[in-house]
């Protein structure tokens, strides 16, 4: 058989097989051969790139995107959608494939440091009910000190996520930021703030969502920073925020006197032991994302295909 022909029949046995829906029994009967010979010229078609596969959903995975993200930061696991709809959609969407990334790891998470946020909220929302029992949930920074629709259920999110793991969760009374640095030092040693701090540090697993140096950050529309902090921040070279460290783009704090007024965990939390999983996507979560998987504050990245393209594009 000349190789002409046996294009010619690798191409008829695919029509039959993907247009026409015969099983390789019944293609093996029209085409006079054996239905070994069959699976052979379909596998050989699918070598060649006369097949193509395409998985079309908007949960499904770009899994070469995955291995070159794991690949360029050393990451223990990347799960990356093929998710190109408009912001909401696409927070619905990874938030969705976080959760089940959340509540498939195996040993299951026992304790869970989680950050506050839109993208966490999400998350917490798509988690199934009693996906596990007896799970530890702490505030790994302060609170809101305002409260809208929108804010409210990111506050609620760490109460649901306890909650929906058939455990507890341990609320950090305390802002975020406050203004005068000895009043920050003694909340970090009152006891309650101090215990619930360390055990977020040391938790298992820590869940959050990196933050861009934006004027509308929820930071600014909670109250706790005005834009002017905002150009400061980005005129000493901060790109990015993790639990309210405004770090550059080596993942080093960029102002002394802002960090020593911040109730939160440190960054040494999210370079330390245990499983460090980052979920976000957009534009503007790309070189957070990336200063942080370059600085080793995260072992697993949740993220759609448009935004890890351009984490590494950077």
Aim: include cysteine.
């Amino acid at each position: 058989m000349t190789d002409s022909e046996r294009e010619a029949l690798m191409l008829r046995a695919a029509e039959l097989y993907y247009y026409e829906r015969l099983t390789q029994a019944a293609i093996a009967d029209r085409l006079m051969c054996s239905r070994w010979t069959v699976g052979r010229l379909l596998e050989e078609a699918r070598d060649c790139g006369m097949i193509t596969i395409s998985i079309v959903h908007p949960n499904a995975r770009d899994r070469p995107l995955e291995n070159r993200l794991r690949d360029a930061f050393g990451i223990a696991d990347a799960i990356v959608v093929t998710c190109d709809e408009e912001a909401r959609t696409a927070r619905r969407i990874v938030a969705s494939a976080t959760s089940d990334y959340l509540t498939g790891l195996r040993p299951r998470p026992a304790t869970l440091g989680v950050s506050w946020g839109r993208t966490v909220a999400a998350v917490a929302q798509a988690m199934p009910e009693r996906w596990t029992s007896g799970l530890k949930v702490y505030q790994a920074f302060g609170g809101l000190i305002r409260s809208d629709d929108d804010d409210d259920v990111i506050g609620r999110s760490i109460s649901l996520i306890a909650r929906k793991g058939q455990g507890v969760g341990r609320l950090l009374p305390a802002p975020a930021f406050v203004r005068d640095v000895e009043l920050a030092q003694r909340l970090r040693q009152e006891p309650s703030i101090a215990r619930t701090l360390r055990d977020a540090a040391g938790a298992d697993t820590i869940l959050y969502s990196p933050g861009a140096i934006r004027d509308d950050s929820i930071l600014v529309r909670s109250g706790y920073l005005k834009k002017g902090v905002m150009e400061r921040l980005r005129a000493k070279g901060a790109v990015a925020d993790f639990f309210s460290h405004f770090v550059d783009s080596r993942g080093a704090p960029v102002i002394p006197e802002v960090e020593d007024r911040v109730i939160s965990i440190g960054l040494e939390a999210l370079a330390g032991p245990g499983r460090r999983i980052m979920a976000g996507h957009g534009p503007d979560k790309a070189l957070p994302m990336r200063v942080a998987l370059a600085a080793g504050f995260a072992t697993a990245v949740v993220t759609d295909s448009t935004t890890a393209s351009a984490i590494l594009a950077r």
